[in-house]
């Protein structure tokens, strides 16, 4: 079954704590992508990869690492969590070709706590 | 980058045609328009995007504005399963930022039975 699965899908941490939430799809897609979702703010990217070992900030990316090694797999690193990075975390993934993203397909969402 | 305008709620009620207004008046010639929607609860769910030219799937239909400053999202039939926020974005297919998308507010869309 094609699928981005994130993990894990809920945590509860302290803030200082170094953690990484994990994304993954089977699609062999190129284009993988970040986004939190806040109450009232909509969807945000934080990050994007066009491709293995090619990265690039979206419109929040402060806080937050990422890393592209395999096609597959597209990791969000945070190194020391804050209570303003409590949020609902999507992953998602595409096609990516001369006319841009393609379709879209997302994870079933994260939802970090940031005590 | 270009941005995109909504209303923030509209209504509808069932099996009637619902039409989703977006403006984007700052588009550029390689802007794709997208049109995701999320329902409550899940992750955001891809619908449709194009171009120049309309275009039509088997959830929905965008007709594009022949200046390309706004679209419209055209769902035939409204169901309660279609109660959503939906959102119209721009996609820029050329230059060196095109991975980058911005969602914005979107539209609310309530399906009343």
């Known amino acids: 079954e094609a699928q981005v699965t994130q993990n894990p899908r809920y945590l509860i941490t302290v803030t200082g704590k170094k953690l990484t939430v994990t994304c993954s799809q089977n699609?062999?897609?190129?284009?993988m992508s970040w986004y939190r979702q806040d109450p009232g703010l909509g969807l945000r990217q934080i990050y994007y990869?066009?491709?293995?070992?090619?990265?690039d900030k979206g419109d929040v990316p402060e806080g937050y690492k990422v890393s592209r090694k395999e096609k597959r797999n597209f990791p969000l690193i945070l190194e020391s969590p804050s209570p303003n990075q409590t949020s609902l975390y999507f992953c998602?993934?595409?096609?990516?070709?001369?006319?841009?993203?393609?379709?879209?397909?997302f994870g079933p969402g994260t939802r970090l706590t940031v005590l | 980058d270009a941005k995109t305008t909504q209303p923030n709620s509209m209504e509808s009620n069932e099996e009637e045609p619902v039409h989703l207004p977006c403006n984007h008046s700052t588009i550029s010639g390689t802007d794709y328009i997208h049109w995701y929607r999320q329902l409550p609860s899940q992750g955001p769910e891809y619908v449709i995007h194009?171009?120049?030219s309309n275009v039509n799937n088997r959830m929905a239909s965008l007709a594009i504005a022949e200046d390309r400053k706004s679209s419209t999202l055209i769902l035939h039939r409204a169901t309660l399963r279609d109660a959503a926020v939906y959102y119209c974005i721009l996609n820029y297919a050329g230059g060196t930022s095109y991975g980058k998308l911005t969602f914005g507010q979107g539209t609310i869309l309530t399906v009343h039975p």
């Open positions: 998602a993934s595409s096609l990516f070709g001369t006319s841009g993203i393609s379709e879209q397909f």
């Open positions: 990869s066009m491709n293995v070992e090619v990265t």
């Open positions: 699609m062999n897609h190129e284009y």
């Open positions: 194009g171009l120049t």
